[in-house]
């Protein structure tokens, strides 16, 4: 089955460690996307890449970056985690950027911070 | 930008009644509609999307909604519960912008259900 994977699902770092997150996908999907995910909170949007072109979302601290390096894959890096940075992350997927287009996520990475 | 409320962030029912999970969005032109379900520990899976045409959609797991311009609302029903619907549902919209465009996607805050035996 095409799908989204995200590894590793549970990731524990030091408080001020950096930390990367890995997404990739099997869909062939133009667009690749990172959420923050807080308990009992909507995703939260902190980029997404249409092909190569990278799209930051305004309130996304300059803490968390990006990289695609081809199609299937897209990794989250957070240069200098702090507490607050605690949280699932997501990452999803789609076809295009157009409104009409669902959105295929990954199971997530649950992130600790020490 | 759009906006989506989500009424209830906790829903109980018990096993085999009605469930009916509320969304209304804010946009005067109507905009793309989709209701998300997301198990503990899992990431969001599509249940069903509005997008254009018939006004009741219909989705997985015996999950339907209907689009009511009139109300601006997009809500999720289930005629009878199972024990394994039990789950976080978000609502979500996004804009009709112009062709070729990129059309954000704004979640609702979601709303748990829990089913009662």
């Known amino acids: 089955d095409a799908m989204v994977i995200q590894n590793p699902r549970y990731q524990v770092t030091q408080f001020g460690k950096p930390v990367t997150l890995s997404c990739s996908q099997t869909l062939n999907h133009n667009v690749m996307y990172w959420y923050q995910q807080k308990s009992s909170q909507a995703p939260k949007l902190l980029f997404h890449?249409?092909?190569?072109?990278?799209?930051n979302e305004a309130d996304t601290p300059d803490n968390f970056q990006s990289r695609r390096p081809n199609t299937s894959f897209c990794f989250l890096d957070i240069r200098s985690p702090g507490l607050g940075d605690a949280a699932m992350y997501l990452c999803?997927?789609?076809?295009?950027?157009?409104?009409?287009?669902?959105?295929?996520f990954g199971d997530g990475t649950r992130l600790s911070i020490l | 930008a759009q906006s989506v409320t989500q009424l209830g962030s906790h829903v109980s029912v018990s096993e085999g009644a009605l469930v009916l999970l509320r969304c209304n969005y804010s946009?005067?032109?109507?905009?793309?509609l989709f209701w998300y379900v997301q198990y503990p520990n899992q990431g969001l899976q599509l249940l069903l999307k509005y997008t254009t045409g018939a006004t009741l959609v219909k989705g997985i797991n015996g999950f339907e909604a209907e689009f009511k311009k009139s109300e601006t609302s997009f809500h999720l029903t289930k005629p009878s519960a199972h024990m394994s619907d039990a789950a976080e549902y978000f609502c979500a919209v996004s804009d009709r912008g112009n062709s070729g465009g990129y059309q954000k996607v704004t979640f609702g805050t979601g709303t748990k259900l829990q089913v009662i035996p």
């Open positions: 890449y249409y092909d190569k072109d990278f799209n």
């Open positions: 999803a997927t789609s076809r295009a950027r157009t409104g009409n287009q669902p959105q295929h």
């Open positions: 946009s005067s032109v109507p905009p793309y």
